[in-house]
């Protein structure tokens, strides 16, 4: 199955928060690439806010769901798989595992303050000028380590007497291009807002086979009081590839999800589109808290083995909050007509079969 993302370096200039309005479109929580090309998003804006609707739907019942963690059986037995989180009965005070519930609920509910554009004190809890989105990896322009280096602002850097110093030259950059032996400079601000280097191997091709989106962690410099490139704060790019708006076999909404299942149907086969966002909001808001690269699992056999092997890191992987939220949703959403985020049917889930024939399989409830 194709990665959905992984932490990458990249130095880029400061942004600078632009006022957000009382409805929560996709624009609200990011800055948006514009444009149809080269990165942008505007023929995919419908869809994005699609999921975003979808997404916030569903991170609203999961919470409630936790919530009634102690009264729902069901609930224990779900993070008791995905999150290896062991059903022992009701949750007592100040024990291990009520610190486990916790924490699961609250990485969830950051997210759905981010998905909600929660207000603080009448402005954003998440400024979207640290959160960027882009639509393709083409905006991304290959420098060779020999090529000039750019700076914050774009500009080359000198040395002592101002003649241009190579990319590999200067210690920050260097640093960035031995974390890997196949990491290449990437430049984001030719064809975008974004003057920095993306240090990776694959960088503007990353999009070009079936990965679904990636998400990078961005330290930006800004010009400090003596005219120096100093740390501001942390900046999340998110990139979201062609393939999984277009060719994922994953359904296009949670209601076309719901209508799939069937008896003893894996949960696999029930996550819609709009989780890939999901997923990648939970690297862009927690950032090197959670699982990243290779330590990565996605397909649902290897979340749940991770769960049964080692809960701590199942509570820090993306793809095992996605396959819980979506349990969730499809067993306690609400019928909504034809709107993208309606379940019309109630399916709990259960682990069924035996080896490569093991499913976490559906069980109709209503």
């Not at 740390?231 to 999340?236: L, R």
């Not at 992987?317 to 959403?333: D, L």
Request: proline fraction near 5%.
């Amino acid at each position: 199955m194709a990665k959905h993302s992984f932490l990458l370096a990249l130095i880029t200039a400061y942004l600078v928060l632009l006022p957000c309005t009382v409805a929560v479109d996709i624009t609200d929580i990011f800055t948006v690439q514009p444009g149809s090309s080269d990165g942008g998003c505007d023929d995919r804006a419908a869809v994005l806010d699609q999921w975003l609707s979808e997404g916030i739907e569903s991170l609203d019942v999961a919470l409630n769901a936790i919530d009634e963690y102690n009264q729902d059986i069901r609930v224990r037995r779900s993070m008791s798989v995905i999150f290896g989180i062991s059903n022992s009965g009701p949750l007592r005070p100040n024990t291990a595992r009520a610190v486990a519930v916790g924490r699961v609920r609250d990485y969830i509910e950051h997210i759905g303050n981010f998905y909600n554009n929660l207000q603080q004190n009448g402005r954003p809890l998440y400024d979207r000028a640290g959160f960027w989105l882009f639509c393709h990896s083409t905006f991304l322009s290959l420098h060779e380590p020999t090529s000039p280096a750019l700076d914050y602002l774009g500009n080359e850097i000198g040395d002592e007497n101002d003649n241009p110093i190579s990319i590999s030259d200067v210690p920050t950059y260097q640093e960035q291009l031995n974390v890997d032996r196949a990491n290449q400079p990437w430049w984001s601000g030719e064809l975008t807002d974004l003057n920095g280097y993306y240090f990776t191997e694959y960088g503007g091709n990353y999009c070009y086979e079936d990965d679904l989106g990636i998400t990078a962690a961005i330290q930006p410099f800004t010009q400090g009081a003596n005219g120096q490139a100093v740390a501001a704060h942390e900046i999340a790019s998110v990139i979201l590839c062609p393939y999984s708006f277009d060719e994922t076999p994953r359904p296009n909404s949670y209601r076309d999800a719901n209508n799939l299942l069937a008896r003893g149907r894996n949960l696999a086969d029930a996550i819609p589109k709009s989780t890939t966002l999901i997923h990648e909001a939970f690297h862009a808001i927690h950032g090197t808290a959670f699982l990243a690269g290779a330590d990565e699992r996605y397909d649902i056999a290897s979340c749940l083995n991770l769960a049964n092997s080692a809960a701590s890191s199942a509570q820090a992987n993306p793809e095992n909050y996605v396959f819980f939220i979506a349990h969730m949703y499809h067993m306690r959403g609400d019928a909504d007509g034809n709107e993208p985020w309606s379940i019309p049917t109630h399916w709990d889930f259960e682990l069924m079969g035996a080896g490569q024939n093991r499913v976490y399989g559906a069980i109709q409830t209503t």
